[in-house]
């Protein structure tokens, strides 16, 4: 329940604070004093448009703060848990408007988005307004009206996922069906790529080995020049003796003198015995390089095409030539994977046939409880409508089912509300038909319904905001009726012209304008009994209150 309600430097308030009471309450007054500001008021609690030409002139910001008071049960609860909002047993919504035309949310002094603002206060208040009554003209809105009077918001939240599920899937589907189409069309040339790399028969680090033989086969006559050189050097020639007969030579003398000094000679003898051997071994290896050039059987042409060929392939694939090979696994992998791809994307269509069917039976579980309420609903509407002068009308709510290419989140159906003004003239659509004080009286006759048919521990504050206007005083006597019986069970706030409505509420607010030095400013007052009936009389006769209709407010108040 709205508990408290403070407006500070909007329009024409300087500083406004308001306690309220349950039941219903009415706010009266001239017009032109100030009533609809109150209700723009709160409106920017429920996270309407703000706007700095609201804040009131001279100033720098302008504010609203509400405080509800909720039970334990309230179905907001869940929705603070969800965005870890901290509260004991009363909710305070600020807004504050600054003058570069932004605006600041809070709860319990706690900053919070303006989205997760209008979502909390959707759960306290609503406001229906004389223009409000649109949402009975958009055959769209029919659905959730109906949902919420036959509290069917668990249901409609279960389907929700269900139809996310199935629709996510079925996103799923089409996407990887749409990318194995495009695997497919370019397939042929996965194969002719695989093929023609498994053709080159590429070895680890081919390419460095033959870059390294070119260069080998190029520098060949430099190679044997090099090693004949080394072999003269060794080995002499005709005219001249190699290392090994000079070092035989050496030993010979060696062994002359050994006998002289072994043991100074010996260590020489030794030495030059080793690299004799040594010098055995050299020869060997040089012959063994010699012949291995001499009888080298690789060819320079077919190197050079070899690595042509490597290249040519790595440049058709825009890769590095050492990166061919995992890119052949890789086009091998692409292959095996568009093979079973086509079991995976059957599974997908299992899986959506499994939550379609899942879909289906929320829906048609949810079209069959929403069947049951249009009925209670058409039943509790028309007998309404006699209590609010609506005699000859009838209401019926229209459920049809819609092709699957229109399924929605919140189902199958679809919800029309349809009006008969005058007996056998039948039914048409709400828009066709209904005028403007109809269309209020409809929307009431739909409240005190859901109030009779359903409590719960979650009931808003109903505002009113002149629901009640272009109808005579006997219409309005019997909207004051049922507003008061919705009051018995919700906390109810209108806005009334209407003497025959005032008189029927609990408690009465008076909003005033006075001018002063060319200055307005907006006041409320909460009416005693005396102040009432002065009020009410002034609604009844005009600016000059005469007796008459002090006796004839006596006579509304008493319900006469």
């Given at each position: 329940m709205l508990n408290y309600i403070s407006i500070k430097n909007i329009v024409l308030i300087d500083k406004l604070e308001l306690n309220f009471e349950q039941g219903f309450t009415v706010l009266t007054g001239e017009t032109g004093a100030g009533k609809s500001i109150i209700v723009d008021a709160i409106n920017l609690i429920l996270g309407n448009r703000a706007d700095k030409s609201l804040i009131k002139k001279g100033e720098k910001e302008a504010s609203v703060s509400a405080l509800f008071i909720i039970n334990k049960d309230h179905d907001v609860i869940n929705l603070l848990d969800k965005y870890s909002l901290k509260f004991e047993n009363d909710i305070i919504l600020r807004r504050k408007i600054l003058s570069n035309g932004r605006s600041q949310s809070f709860l319990n002094d706690e900053l919070i988005s303006l989205s997760v603002m209008k979502e909390i206060s959707n759960y306290l208040i609503e406001v229906n307004g004389q223009n409000d009554q649109v949402g009975l003209l958009e055959n769209s809105n029919h659905i959730n009206i109906l949902d919420e009077w036959g509290n069917l918001s668990k249901n409609t939240k279960g389907l929700s996922i269900s139809y996310k599920l199935y629709k996510d899937k079925v996103k799923s589907f089409n996407e990887y069906k749409e990318k194995l189409e495009l695997i497919e069309d370019k397939k042929k040339y996965l194969i002719e790529d695989l093929d023609e790399i498994n053709k080159l028969e590429l070895k680890d680090n081919e390419i460095n080995t033959l870059i390294e033989k070119k260069n080998y086969l190029m520098s060949i006559e430099?190679?044997?020049?090099?090693?004949?050189?080394?072999?003269?050097?060794?080995?002499?020639?005709?005219?001249?003796?190699?290392?090994?007969?000079?070092?035989?030579?050496?030993?010979?003398?060696?062994?002359?003198?050994?006998?002289?000094?072994?043991?100074?000679?010996?260590?020489?003898?030794?030495?030059?015995?080793?690299?004799?051997?040594?010098?055995?071994?050299?020869?060997?290896?040089?012959?063994?390089?010699?012949?291995?050039?001499?009888?080298?059987?690789?060819?320079?042409?077919?190197?050079?095409?070899?690595?042509?060929?490597?290249?040519?392939?790595?440049?058709?694939?825009?890769?590095d030539e050492s990166e061919i090979i995992n890119f052949k696994n890789q086009l091998e992998k692409n292959l095996y994977n568009f093979a079973n791809s086509l079991n995976d994307l059957k599974k997908m269509e299992e899986e959506i046939n499994i939550l379609r069917k899942k879909y289906i039976e929320g829906a048609e579980q949810l079209t069959n409880l929403?069947?049951?309420?249009?009925?209670?609903?058409?039943?509790?509407?028309?007998?309404?409508?006699?209590?609010?002068?609506?005699?000859?009308?009838?209401?019926?709510?229209?459920?049809?089912?819609?092709?699957?290419?229109?399924?929605?989140?919140?189902?199958?159906?679809?919800?029309?509300?349809?009006?008969?003004?005058?007996?056998?003239?039948?039914?048409?659509?709400?828009?066709?038909?209904?005028?403007?004080?109809?269309?209020?009286?409809?929307?009431?006759?739909?409240?005190?319904?859901?109030?009779?048919?359903?409590?719960?521990?979650?009931?808003?504050?109903?505002?009113?905001?002149?629901?009640?206007?272009?109808?005579g005083g006997a219409v309005a006597d019997a909207i004051g009726k049922r507003l008061n019986l919705l009051g018995l069970s919700n906390q109810v706030l209108a806005v009334t012209h209407h003497p025959q409505v005032a008189a029927r509420s609990k408690n009465h607010f008076k909003v005033n304008k006075s001018n002063e030095n060319s200055y307005s400013t907006t006041s409320i007052k909460n009416l005693n009994y005396d102040e009432r009936l002065e009020e009410i009389a002034r609604m009844l006769s005009g600016e000059k209150v005469t007796e008459a209709a002090r006796h004839a407010a006596e006579s509304l108040m008493n319900h006469n």
């Amino acid at each position: 329940m709205l508990n408290y309600i403070s407006i500070k430097n909007i329009v024409l308030i300087d500083k406004l604070e308001l306690n309220f009471e349950q039941g219903f309450t009415v706010l009266t007054g001239e017009t032109g004093a100030g009533k609809s500001i109150i209700v723009d008021a709160i409106n920017l609690i429920l996270g309407n448009r703000a706007d700095k030409s609201l804040i009131k002139k001279g100033e720098k910001e302008a504010s609203v703060s509400a405080l509800f008071i909720i039970n334990k049960d309230h179905d907001v609860i869940n929705l603070l848990d969800k965005y870890s909002l901290k509260f004991e047993n009363d909710i305070i919504l600020r807004r504050k408007i600054l003058s570069n035309g932004r605006s600041q949310s809070f709860l319990n002094d706690e900053l919070i988005s303006l989205s997760v603002m209008k979502e909390i206060s959707n759960y306290l208040i609503e406001v229906n307004g004389q223009n409000d009554q649109v949402g009975l003209l958009e055959n769209s809105n029919h659905i959730n009206i109906l949902d919420e009077w036959g509290n069917l918001s668990k249901n409609t939240k279960g389907l929700s996922i269900s139809y996310k599920l199935y629709k996510d899937k079925v996103k799923s589907f089409n996407e990887y069906k749409e990318k194995l189409e495009l695997i497919e069309d370019k397939k042929k040339y996965l194969i002719e790529d695989l093929d023609e790399i498994n053709k080159l028969e590429l070895k680890d680090n081919e390419i460095n080995t033959l870059i390294e033989k070119k260069n080998y086969l190029m520098s060949i006559e430099k190679i044997k020049d090099s090693l004949g050189k080394i072999n003269f050097l060794l080995k002499g020639n005709i005219e001249s003796q190699g290392v090994y007969e000079n070092l035989v030579l050496s030993k010979k003398q060696i062994l002359s003198i050994l006998p002289l000094n072994k043991e100074l000679f010996k260590k020489l003898d030794a030495s030059i015995e080793s690299t004799l051997i040594e010098y055995k071994e050299t020869e060997a290896i040089l012959e063994e390089c010699l012949e291995s050039v001499d009888i080298s059987n690789l060819n320079l042409d077919d190197i050079e095409n070899r690595i042509s060929l490597i290249k040519r392939i790595a440049r058709k694939h825009n890769i590095d030539e050492s990166e061919i090979i995992n890119f052949k696994n890789q086009l091998e992998k692409n292959l095996y994977n568009f093979a079973n791809s086509l079991n995976d994307l059957k599974k997908m269509e299992e899986e959506i046939n499994i939550l379609r069917k899942k879909y289906i039976e929320g829906a048609e579980q949810l079209t069959n409880l929403r069947q049951e309420a249009a009925n209670k609903l058409s039943k509790y509407v028309n007998k309404e409508f006699p209590v609010l002068k609506l005699d000859n009308a009838s209401f019926k709510v229209s459920i049809n089912l819609l092709d699957e290419i229109s399924w929605k989140s919140n189902g199958m159906d679809d919800v029309t509300f349809k009006i008969e003004t005058n007996k056998d003239s039948g039914f048409n659509f709400i828009a066709k038909i209904a005028s403007g004080g109809e269309l209020s009286r409809i929307m009431l006759a739909i409240k005190v319904s859901l109030s009779s048919e359903r409590k719960n521990n979650s009931t808003k504050t109903l505002i009113f905001d002149e629901v009640d206007s272009g109808v005579g005083g006997a219409v309005a006597d019997a909207i004051g009726k049922r507003l008061n019986l919705l009051g018995l069970s919700n906390q109810v706030l209108a806005v009334t012209h209407h003497p025959q409505v005032a008189a029927r509420s609990k408690n009465h607010f008076k909003v005033n304008k006075s001018n002063e030095n060319s200055y307005s400013t907006t006041s409320i007052k909460n009416l005693n009994y005396d102040e009432r009936l002065e009020e009410i009389a002034r609604m009844l006769s005009g600016e000059k209150v005469t007796e008459a209709a002090r006796h004839a407010a006596e006579s509304l108040m008493n319900h006469n």
